[in-house]
């Protein structure tokens, strides 16, 4: 098939609405031999309807085209900061894909789904071991319901302590995840921020001085969102028990710390996971997702049904646990990224899980070795899975902001890192390697990062513009947010 193409044309600059030509198709339809089935009123009808007309050859060239202009974790380096965007073993897919796990209805019997049952059972058990929380539902459909079913499951256990009216106050770091006190918030709790320290941990002083009988918990990501490890979280743990509240880990990071720290050992009550960070399922625009939450036994009561029980006979079940919050979503939460997070786990065993975490470290200390003094580093010590990088010496120096340094990385075949967060971190560009990614890779990255420090300086013009390769450059947010295109428009005559 000869490919008509002018030399350098884009194949995505034109829809396929432009591409048509009246008459052509891509399949043949056979003539209706049965009954004509009436049409809708006519006032129902829309004479100004135009659909694309490809022919077959066409149309394949179109969406393969298009399918080029994606980038995603297949395509090249993904480095979003508190993402965790690691590449999807294919061999998942195919197993969450077997017909008996990937046709079995929600609402059949039990009996007959012990396959599946007893599947997510090992999953389960592999989560209590990896966090040192012996209770744990796979119920909640994301990190952040999972999170919220956490919070809630305090508020039920301080009900029936009856302190639930007095502790009114849940305690957030000023550099957590936006789920934390968007969660906290939710549950009805008031939001007392707690500072980060120099040294990038939690202010010992502000929590002792918070703590009191007005705190119901604390909430802590464990590393922190600057890629560091709490100091002294132990102790932290240790006063806040005393005060009578409650620890709770937001899971998000675990790929730093699994198969090497456990968030039990750590005097943690609750903990949710992101199934997609830790253990490579799907993520964003590849979900759903999956969120499970994990706890102390005095905690295990109040768990979001359904849990999971293996019976004296063997058999497993579905149960309610005695003091449940209830449902977080329908049936038995989004089976098939459990299934893939299992055979995640069953691929690497324990002392896999254990490499990947060392080497999510390792990659991350290299970028920051390799980068050490091109950008600052607000806080510069050893991180653990990711590093947190300032542009504001570009900015300061030379005009240039993070968002010109991120939309340039596109220029040189990189997925830009995350930008402006965590807030407490002026021009943030955090950056996560990932374990996947091979040495190269990062020495690639690093090497267009630096590559872009200096044009800051020579020519800072070149980032203002940038991206110059990219289908689309830099679009007028507001208009787009004020004036949004949501269809096609036939082109102006």
């Not at 939001?191 to 909430?219: F, K």
């Not at 005393?242 to 880990?249: P, V, W």
Request: proline share 8%; with cysteine.
């Amino acid at each position: 098939m000869t490919d008509y193409r002018p030399a350098g044309e884009d194949f995505g600059a034109r829809l396929s609405f432009d591409r048509g030509e009246p008459g052509r198709r891509a399949v043949d339809v056979p003539c209706w031999s049965g009954d004509e089935s009436p049409l809708p009123d006519a006032h129902l009808l829309r004479d100004s309807l135009r659909l694309p007309e490809l022919s077959q050859g066409e149309l394949v060239r179109y969406y393969t085209a298009l399918s080029t202009r994606n980038y995603g974790i297949d395509s090249g380096t993904y480095p979003l900061g508190s993402c965790t965007m690691k590449f999807n073993p294919k061999v998942n897919d195919l197993i969450a894909s077997l017909q008996g796990f990937a046709e079995a209805h929600p609402l059949a019997p039990e009996e007959d789904m012990q396959g599946t049952l007893r599947t997510l059972l090992e999953l389960r058990d592999g989560l209590a071991e990896i966090t040192g929380l012996p209770a744990v539902s796979l119920a909640p459909a994301a990190g952040a319901q999972g999170e919220f079913a956490g919070v809630l499951m305090i508020m039920a256990a301080l009900q029936d302590r009856g302190e639930l009216a007095q502790r009114r106050r849940i305690l957030v770091p000023d550099s957590a995840h936006g789920t934390n006190p968007a969660t906290a918030a939710m549950a009805g709790f008031q939001v007392t921020q707690i500072p980060t320290a120099a040294d990038g941990s939690l202010d010992r002083d502000t929590i002792e001085r918070e703590l009191d009988e007005t705190v119901a918990a604390v909430m802590v990501t464990v590393p922190n969102t600057l890629g560091l490890w709490e100091r002294g979280i132990e102790e932290v743990a240790e006063l806040i028990h005393e005060a009578g509240a409650y620890l709770y880990a937001d899971g998000a990071n675990l790929n730093a710390i699994m198969g090497r720290i456990r968030y039990g050992d750590l005097g943690f009550d609750v903990a949710h996971l992101n199934l997609h960070k830790s253990f490579s399922t799907p993520h964003g625009g590849g979900g759903p997702g999956a969120g499970p939450v994990c706890c102390s036994e005095e905690l295990a009561p109040y768990l979001p049904t359904p849990i999971l029980e293996q019976g004296d006979d063997g058999v497993v079940r579905l149960a309610a646990p005695e003091r449940s919050i209830g449902r977080m979503q329908q049936f038995h939460g989004n089976v098939g990224v459990l299934l893939r997070a299992t055979a995640y786990m069953r691929a690497l065993g324990l002392d896999g899980l254990r490499s990947v975490s060392g080497q999510a470290v390792l990659n991350a200390n290299y970028l920051r070795v390799l980068l050490h003094g091109w950008y600052d580093l607000p806080y510069d010590r050893p991180v653990l899975h990711e590093v947190v990088f300032s542009g504001s010496r570009q900015r300061r120096e030379h005009g240039v902001r993070t968002y010109d340094i991120a939309k340039r990385l596109i220029d040189h075949g990189f997925h830009p890192p995350t930008v402006y967060f965590p807030l407490i971190v002026e021009e943030a560009l955090m950056i996560e390697p990932t374990e996947t990614e091979p040495p190269e890779a990062i020495e690639a990255l690093a090497n267009a990062l630096i590559a872009i420090a200096k044009e800051s300086a020579e020519d800072p013009a070149a980032l203002h513009a940038a991206p110059t390769t990219a289908p689309i450059g830099r679009l007028d947010e507001t208009a787009a947010a004020r004036r949004p295109v949501l269809r096609w428009q036939p082109p102006s005559p």
